[in-house]
């Protein structure tokens, strides 16, 4: 099952794209007013017989299968599990003027990335008490993180960017061009 989670204004009439999808496996939900929101919106819409949950960005959509497996494989073992690459640049923290303060020991930092897959149980809880602790967070790895349910890293890819500017979307079509 696919619960796409869509701002409320397309949900009545979504874009056309929309049903060239398995349309019989797909059930459109109503976005919230940020992602955790959003995400816990399209978690009430899940039917009862779903165990497993994988969350993904529309803003990443070059994920790879393998990529997608691996989530997937280490949530049916019961951990979260969240898609990542390792930091390979050399990070710099700057003040507000643009002065270098410190440069940070990359070791052990990953970039984060979806898709991300947890036991239903697992996502629910994260998103239960983020909602009774007025928290949010800029992925859900991060509510589970913050109550203390185990979340693994898993090998995501470098050809899955983030869209999030403009220029994105050149980078984007030329990377499906030379697809994993």
Known sequence: MVVCVLPKQY???PPPWIFQCDTD????SIGGKHRGESVANGLEDLPAECEIVMIHDAARPLVSQETIGRVIEE????NGAIAAVPVSDTL????????IVVTVDRFGLWRAQTP?????????RAHREAR???RVATDDAALCEHIGLPVVVVRGSERAIKITE??????AEALSIFRE
Do not use: H, N, Y
């Open 11 to 13: 949900v009545a009439d």
């Open 25 to 28: 496996r797909l059930l459109l």
């Open 75 to 78: 949530a049916r073992k019961g």
């Open 92 to 99: 710099k923290r700057v003040d507000s003027s643009g002065k």
């Open 116 to 124: 991300q897959a947890f036991p239903r149980k697992v996502i629910e």
């Open 132 to 134: 009774e602790g007025d």
């Open 166 to 171: 403009e220029s994105d979307f050149a980078l």
